[in-house]
T-cell receptor, first 111, second 116 residues
């Protein structure tokens, strides 16, 4: 099983839609998770951190299911500016705690 | 001013040339990383450093070397560039783990390298 797996998409949705991305991780001991957003040819930027069962920030909700080892990101009322690639991030196993980045899910919000 | 800077931002070079990519940070973080990103392959870790005296290989270190000149500076070298090293390279920093406010990884703007 790959350490972090995401549906690559693309997800093409109209403005105002609700869209959800899922991500699975393999390290059952992981405690902290992240969603990053990456615009085309730009650096990844932190969108949300997830340390317990979930986190909500405005239109964005991240949830963690430890039993099933997956993380989800829900975007409500999609905006054109939400178009980007969303990277799921989980700690790698081992003492050094490096982060493993998923390959990303591409979202395109259309007018 | 950006907290993590990279130079150059774009570079075109020829096979066999030596190239150095530089990264500087003002966040005061001990941990620094070099990644490359290729379409469809995501971010792959090249090297990482937890302090000036601690350098570690990542998953794809062959063909690369690094130098941690100071806490704030971490450079990546390609001793003899080859075309399959054409990619987008990112430097990143990270604070101490285990604390939500410092656990985040911050990226520089990237260097687009083309090896002909």
């Amino acid at each position: 099983r790959k350490e972090v797996e995401q549906d690559p998409g693309p997800f093409n949705v109209p403005e105002g839609a609700t869209v959800a991305f899922n991500c699975t991780y393999s390290n059952s001991a992981s405690q902290s998770f992240f969603w990053y957003r990456q615009d085309c040819r730009k650096e990844p930027k932190l969108l949300m951190s997830v340390y317990s069962s979930g986190n909500e920030d405005g239109r964005f909700t991240a949830q963690l299911n430890r039993a099933s080892q997956y993380i989800s990101l829900l975007i409500r009322d999609s905006k054109l500016s939400d178009s980007a690639t969303y990277l799921c991030v989980a700690p790698q196993g081992g003492s050094q705690g490096n982060l493993i980045f998923g390959k990303g899910t591409k979202l395109s919000v259309k007018p | 001013d950006a907290d993590v800077t990279q130079t150059p931002r774009n570079r075109i070079t020829k096979t066999g040339k030596r190239i150095m990519l530089e990264c500087s940070q003002t966040k005061g973080h001990d941990r620094m990383y070099w990644y490359r990103q290729d379409p469809g392959l995501g971010l792959r870790l090249i090297y990482y450093s937890f302090d000036v005296k601690d350098i570690n290989k990542g998953e794809i270190s062959d063909g690369y070397s690094v130098s941690r000149q100071a806490q704030a500076k971490f450079s990546l070298s390609l001793e003899s560039a080859i075309p399959n090293q054409t990619a987008l390279y990112f430097c990143a920093t990270r604070g101490a783990t285990g604390t939500p406010s410092t656990d985040t990884q911050y990226f520089g703007p990237g260097t687009r390298l083309t090896v002909l």
